[in-house]
């Protein structure tokens, strides 16, 4: 079993930065592929990026790519989405995710969800 509790969202101007975490607890959390997704009400949740418990290979959304970095720390099972350049787009709640399989970036594949950090991006 994994828990996620996701933390860092608020409101920003567009063109402005925010950093989330998601703490997890759990003995598999190294072993993980972590991911952060999003949705926006009326929406299908959406896949942001991905990144492997092993040698941090990462995987990203075109819509985020170059904006978006995901990282994460073992040692404090912790993973972090850094968000710059921020859009009115980007406004969503943002959802952390673990997975057994490489690199998912399919939501079915996920296996434990946070409740999710509400992200809202002013223009």
């Known amino acids: 079993q994994v828990q996620l509790v996701e933390s860092g969202g608020g409101l920003v101007q567009a063109g402005g930065s925010l950093r989330l975490s998601c703490s997890a607890s759990?003995?598999?959390?190294?072993?993980?592929?972590m991911g952060w997704f999003r949705q926006d009400p009326g929406k299908e949740r959406e896949f942001v990026a991905a990144?492997?418990?092993?040698?941090?290979?990462?995987a990203y959304a075109n819509s985020v790519k170059g904006r978006f970095t995901i990282s994460r720390d073992n040692a404090k099972n912790t993973v972090y989405l850094q968000m710059n350049s921020m859009k009115s787009e980007d406004t969503a709640v943002y959802y952390c995710a673990a997975s057994s399989s490489f690199l998912a970036i399919n939501s079915d594949i996920y296996d434990y969800w946070g409740q999710g950090t509400q992200v809202t991006v002013s223009s």
């Open positions: 990144i492997t418990s092993i040698g941090g290979h990462t």
């Open positions: 759990g003995r598999t959390f190294s072993s993980n592929t």
